[in-house]
């Protein structure tokens, strides 16, 4: 039986284009700003290898988008996403770039952009966001979380009074005072999620525990779907979907009803003018 993840990303997947090799020239701009990304944020970096081939690389970029589109589901995969800054290059470009063994697909990077592992995995892992956290989040956090552990000690360590406070009023009884500390964490997340999922799991008690994933996957959620670098890797573009009616703005269809729309009825095809 297909669940609803598998259904919307097949019904959307007629229209999407959520490009992987558009931007992959020799020497993109944008690797720089991931990396800046990285050491402003305090975030690892992770560089998914592209497949050369054509239709391997469009199942990849359909299942990367369905990865990160859906805030309802998939939230294992979403609060990964946000605790790293996540990059996707051709085979060309890693090894230049990275110098990885031409059979690794994905890379592990510190805050500060050096490789600290690589490997390979099968395309399947990409297939839902439980296989998906299955091998990322040991290739992240280290496989018994040391990784993480080792992060989100060091954050601790070099936070401010007033975060370090706002932290453990998490775990608080008082909802006033745990909604009080989630407002200030709010305000310096960007450079607090790799904290916040080692919080997750290893805060001081339950509550504490709960309400920082809950930070990450609002964090998630309030992300931009289209620009990359936020809920997307950098290196892609999109998704865009044709609209057979752009300018006028009257009786315009929500974008996730066109996707059903499209799945029903099959896409529309492109403009063409004839001459």
Not at 19 to 27: P, T
Not at 43 to 52: D, K, L, N, T, Y
Not at 147 to 165: D, N, V
């Amino acid at each position: 039986m297909m669940d609803r993840r598998t259904f919307l990303a097949r019904a959307a997947a007629a229209p999407v284009v959520f490009g992987l090799a558009e931007a992959q020239d020799a020497a993109p701009e944008w690797i720089g700003r991931a990396v800046d990304r990285m050491k402003e944020t305090g975030r690892w970096g992770i560089a998914i290898v592209i497949p050369a081939a054509p239709p391997e690389r469009l199942r990849l970029r359909h299942a990367l988008w369905a990865l990160t589109a859906f805030e309802e589901v998939d939230g294992e995969a979403h609060e990964l996403f946000s605790q790293a800054v996540f990059l996707a290059l051709s085979p060309e470009l890693a090894r230049s770039r990275f110098g990885v063994k031409h059979d690794a697909n994905r890379i592990l990077l510190s805050p500060e952009g050096r490789v600290l592992a690589a490997d390979r995995v099968e395309p399947k892992v990409y297939e839902s966001g439980a296989s998906f956290a299955a091998s990322f989040r040991p290739f992240l956090h280290g496989n018994d979380g040391e990784r993480l552990a080792e992060r989100g000690r060091a954050i601790q360590a070099a936070l401010p009074p007033h975060l370090r406070q706002a932290a453990a009023r998490l775990g608080s009884e008082s909802a006033e005072e745990r909604a009080g500390g989630a407002v200030v964490l709010v305000r310096e997340i960007e450079k607090l999620t790799p904290y916040l999922a080692w919080l997750r799991r290893s805060g001081g008690n339950e509550r504490q525990r709960r309400h920082a994933g809950l930070l990450l996957s609002s964090y998630f959620g309030s992300l931009d779907p289209r620009a990359p670098g936020s809920r997307l890797p950098y290196g892609c573009t999109g998704p865009h979907h044709h609209s057979p009616c752009p300018y006028c703005g009257q009786g315009a269809i929500p974008p996730r009803t066109r996707m059903f729309l499209h799945f029903l009825a099959g896409p529309e095809p492109a403009p063409r003018r004839d001459d």
